[in-house]
């Protein structure tokens, strides 16, 4: 990886949060986890050098690799094909930032990737909203996020990545990765998350009204919802009506609450209607 980085001049930056899995045995747990197999298309987001990459084209009947930097997207075909040329056909590379793109090749079944810390939680939420067809996947994010991405109501670390990912997943903290397996080598532990989709909660809201009531919710994490609540309903008396009508107590805070409990009370909002 040293060797393909210096014949390209690359300089890992933090801005694209570049630290590149450097030790085969992490790639082998990383894709022993997922539980990708021969059938599978799997979508890889900033697949890097591609170390993660060819571990997956070792057992996946496909690899859709999504990378933001042109020299990296360019690299990675003729790193397949040097490397594992027989495999190099069931590559394709995307060259766009994750959060924009919203057509792929082929329908993914499964997404594993090691994502950049500082967009991990949008591009998660991206690709469940954008492609139905995953149904599991496995991301490697900082500690600090795998853990508000698998927290539970009532935790100190429980808030709005916890919520928007309940709404689509069920979701498990599943391992954590030293270090010393990046190059460079970051500051903070990684931790491996697991992703299972399952159907949304049954609510007349949309995911949209739901979300806003979440990042009202936690705004202030603090408060309770009949305060937290007020600027989006107008006062806290009729937050307080909205969250009692849902069968809440008002005095409740955000962190207590699960997605479904979200959802009634969304239920219960007098929402803008839709534009014709």
């Not at 057992?59 to 997207?73: K, M, N, P, Q, Y």
């Not at 500690?143 to 979701?171: H, N, Q």
């Amino acid at each position: 990886m040293r060797e393909v980085a210096g014949r390209l001049g690359l300089r890992p930056t933090k801005q694209r949060g570049q630290n590149f899995v450097t030790d085969a045995n992490t790639v082998r747990r990383i894709v022993a986890v997922s539980g990708v197999g021969p059938d599978d298309v799997v979508l890889e987001i900033g697949p890097g050098l591609g170390s993660l990459t060819l571990g997956l084209l070792e057992t996946a009947r496909s690899v859709v690799a999504i990378e933001i930097d042109e020299l990296l997207a360019d690299e990675l075909p003729r790193t397949v094909a040097a490397r594992m040329p027989e495999r190099a056909a069931s590559l394709s590379v995307i060259t766009a930032d994750a959060l924009r793109v919203t057509e792929l090749p082929e329908p993914p079944t499964a997404v594993v990737a090691n994502l950049p810390y500082n967009v991990s939680v949008p591009v998660i939420l991206h690709l469940l909203a954008t492609f139905a067809s995953w149904e599991r996947g496995l991301v490697m994010v900082q500690a600090e996020v795998a853990d508000r991405l698998a927290a539970r109501p009532g935790s100190k670390i429980y808030g709005i990545p916890s919520v928007k990912m309940a709404w689509w997943a069920d979701t498990a903290r599943v391992g954590t990765v030293p270090p010393t397996v990046f190059w460079p080598v970051p500051n903070v532990d990684s931790g491996l998350v697991s992703i299972r989709r399952r159907p949304a909660p049954e609510t007349t809201a949309t995911r949209e009204q739901v979300f806003t009531v979440v990042d009202a919710a936690f705004a202030q994490r603090r408060k309770m919802l009949r305060s937290a609540l007020a600027g989006l309903v107008g006062s806290s008396a009729a937050a307080s009506a909205a969250v009692e009508a849902a069968g809440i107590d008002p005095q409740t805070r955000g962190e207590m609450l699960g997605v479904v409990e979200f959802a009634r009370i969304a239920e219960q909002l007098d929402w803008p209607a839709p534009p014709v």
